[in-house]
């Protein structure tokens, strides 16, 4: 029998009983069929009323056993065909349902957890009291730790990490030394803030990049090994030759005690001179390699975006206007600041301003967009394109490395300046550039 014809039928039955009371009352049965009525239905209001609640009894438990996420429990089934057992067996399918269901979570949840233990980049995961939640192999190796609880206990290991770990939002990353017994670990850390559950927490990552660094460092240097060498042969090479050939004209002339006439003076000074000359050609590359090594320090402050711009178009006036070139000024929202050294920012946008103006000396179109504004990710974005030749590709991977130049009279030092400038400021700086169409220089601020 099904819940819904028990529950039909009472009430069905009820009703008869509460209709022929009334008809008895109507036609004056006497005393003791009303009376018999009146105890016969109200016995049957009482049965329903103990059925509903029974039944709702039964649900109420159910639903507090999922709620608890009591899934074992078995509701009895008698297989004799009452509601009772339609209800239980309904019950039971439901809870080996969400039992299954269960159990396959917690396979998935336990196989990326052992997954995420294993991983041999260390991981973090930390809620907004602090309290760590899971704490992989790698961390611990990292960390020399057997065990941590709360994300505080970081600042005694290093307070640097935990400085990094605390203040890092979504996509921040940084770039931490820790002691090891290995020896001195660069660790660069990554941080994604997440919300689960209405739960807010920070999934941290360690990654020892100390390996990966010595490369490129020792990739660095032998590239800068050559091009000082290349650059310095060049210069000395002739300075050598040029004084040999001196040299050896006035030990001749010594020899034979020959006077010198006016005309060997005239050669021997356009010698000298020359030397002169490239003696300062070589000076100055090494004073360029000094500035390239030694950028200062930022001296952060805030920095209004439309002055600086009016300010670098007021400095640059003069070489747009003997060019023609027509400068756009683009700032969303007006009064967009930055947090920088100022002194230093200019100096990037000088030099990209620089690099544009050059670049549009044969263009046919003039123009040169200076830009600010803020991206998807909060980021603040300063771009200087320009409508020149553009840059080849192979150029384009090179453009950075330090005395790199496409340019006749180039120094090679701007934009390894401005990078390393960039890089001072936790930003990056990045080109973009087609062949005959243009170039964009975009400087990326982390906020």
């Given amino acids: 029998m099904d819940y819904k014809v028990g529950l039909l039928g009472r009430i069905a039955l009820l009703t008869v009983t509460l209709f022929l009371l009334s008809y008895a009352l109507l036609d004056s049965w006497g005393v003791f069929p009303i009376s018999l009525f009146l105890i016969l239905a109200g016995i049957q209001l009482l049965f329903l009323i ?72 260390g991981l973090i995961t930390f809620g907004e009291n602090g309290a760590i939640q899971i704490l992989n192999v790698a961390a611990k190796r990292m960390l020399q730790v057997a ?58 990552s360690l990654q020892n990049i100390q390996s990966e660094l010595e490369e490129k460092e020792m990739e660095a240097w032998q590239n800068l090994v050559n091009i000082l060498t290349h650059e310095i042969m060049n210069s000395i090479a002739p300075i050598s030759s040029l004084a040999g050939t001196l040299k050896g004209e006035l030990e001749q002339k010594l020899e034979q005690k020959e006077a010198l006439q006016p005309i060997d003076m005239e050669d021997f000074l356009m010698g000298v001179q020359t030397i002169e000359k490239r003696s300062e050609g070589l000076v100055s590359f090494v004073s360029d390699f000094r500035s390239l090594a030694h950028v200062p320090a930022p001296k952060f402050g805030s920095i209004g975006l439309e002055s600086l711009f009016d300010q670098l178009e007021l400095l640059l006036q003069h070489q747009l206007e003997q060019q023609d070139i027509r400068l756009v000024k683009k700032l969303e929202p007006k009064e967009l600041i930055l947090f920088g050294d100022q002194t230093q920012i200019e100096q990037v946008l000088i030099n990209l301003m ?59 030092i701007g934009l390894s300046l401005s990078k390393q400038i960039m890089r001072r400021h936790k930003g990056n700086i990045q080109v973009r550039s087609k062949l005959e169409e243009g170039t964009t220089v975009k400087l990326i601020f982390n906020g």
């Fill in 354 to 412: 620089h690099n544009a103006i050059q670049a549009l000396e044969d263009a046919p179109q003039k123009e040169i967009l200076l830009k600010g504004y803020i991206d998807e990710a909060g980021k603040i974005i300063l771009e200087v394109s320009d409508s020149g030749k553009g840059i080849e590709e192979e150029a384009l991977e090179k453009i950075f490395i330090p005395f790199f130049t496409t340019k006749p009279k180039g120094s090679g």
């Fill in 147 to 204: 065990e941590l609880k709360q994300i505080q206990e970081v600042e005694q290991i290093n307070k640097e990490l935990h400085q990094a770990i605390k203040q890092l939002r979504t996509g921040g990353s940084e770039l931490i030394k820790i002691a090891h017994p290995d020896g001195i670990m660069q660790l660069s850390v990554y941080v994604i803030e997440l919300l689960m559950r209405g739960e807010r927490f920070k999934l941290v």
């Fill in 50 to 121: 103990k059925y509903a609640e029974s039944s709702f009894k039964k649900v109420r438990l159910f639903l507090d056993n999922i709620k608890q996420d009591k899934y074992s429990q078995l509701y009895p089934v008698k297989f004799d065909g009452t509601e009772t057992d339609d209800l239980h067996i309904e019950f039971n399918a439901i809870l080996a349902k969400l039992k299954e269901d269960q159990a396959e979570k917690e396979a998935n949840y336990q196989y990326f957890r052992s997954v995420f233990k294993h991983l041999s980049i």
